[in-house]
């Protein structure tokens, strides 16, 4: 069965470096997504992405998040200058259909902020 | 309290029952959805209901939806060990075109 690929599975980075989380999409997949889970809390919604263009964003997503689709497979998170509340699980996914029906998850990559 | 708040937080059954979990919003939905995740790992799409649908199964899941109560349920009949996981419910809120909502989760542990 297909499924999305995030790598790496663990980043480990200082306070204020950037870092830049990978996915690969399912492969006829229309709209992905960026979500977020602290320990032990809520699943939180970062960004979603359609047509090549941020879909929705939440508060969470300022100017320091930015996403892209650089190559039509690969969809990246960017962190610009990471700080210790961005320590997290960030989960990738993304949906055939029309937004908000199923959606596929990766399996996440740790990110820890030092 | 927030959209999608599931009820109880945690959960402890022993194999063979069945597990009830609950989950109540506060916005007209287009759909609701539960997923499961296992410890450390990606969320799990299980079933999705939408407004317009009041009860749907798959296996030995159930899950019924009450839009007058802003509320849904999902139960696991026969539970197993393996069923032993976190379970979030999920809302796409009435003109949001791409984003799903979700609680905060129900850990459930299924004892052998």
């Known amino acids: 069965e297909p499924e999305v690929t995030q790598t790496p599975s663990h980043q480990v980075t200082q306070m204020g470096q950037e870092v830049i989380l990978r996915c690969v999409p399912i492969?006829?997949?229309?709209?992905f997504y960026w979500y977020r889970q602290i320990l032990g809390q809520k699943v939180e919604f970062l960004v979603s992405?359609?047509?090549?263009?941020?879909?929705?964003k939440s508060e969470i997503f300022d100017d320091q998040f930015s996403v892209e689709r650089p190559d039509g497979s690969n969809f990246t998170l960017k962190i610009r200058s990471t700080k210790l509340e961005d320590s997290a699980m960030y989960f990738c996914?993304?949906?055939?259909?029309?937004?908000?029906?199923?959606?596929?998850f990766g399996s996440g990559t740790q990110l820890s902020v030092l | 309290s927030q959209q999608g708040e599931e009820d109880p937080q945690a959960l402890s059954i022993q194999e063979g029952e069945n597990a009830t979990m609950n989950c109540s919003y506060k916005?007209?939905?287009?759909?609701l959805q539960w997923y499961r995740q296992n410890s450390g790992r990606g969320l799990v799409h299980l079933i999705l209901?939408?407004?317009?649908?009041r009860e749907k199964h798959s296996g030995r899941l159930r899950v019924t939806l009450d839009t007058s109560k802003k509320s849904s349920s999902l139960l696991i009949t026969a539970s197993r060990a393996a069923d032993t996981a976190s379970y979030f419910c999920?809302?796409?809120?009435?003109?949001?075109?791409?984003?799903?909502?979700f609680g905060k989760g129900i850990t459930l542990s299924v004892r052998p």
């Open positions: 996914a993304s949906t055939a259909g029309t937004g908000g029906e199923k959606l596929f």
């Open positions: 999920a809302t796409v809120e009435t003109g949001a075109n791409s984003k799903l909502t």
């Open positions: 916005t007209s939905i287009n759909n």
């Open positions: 209901i939408r407004s317009n649908e």
């Open positions: 492969s006829n997949h229309l709209y």
């Open positions: 992405f359609y047509n090549n263009e941020i879909s929705e």
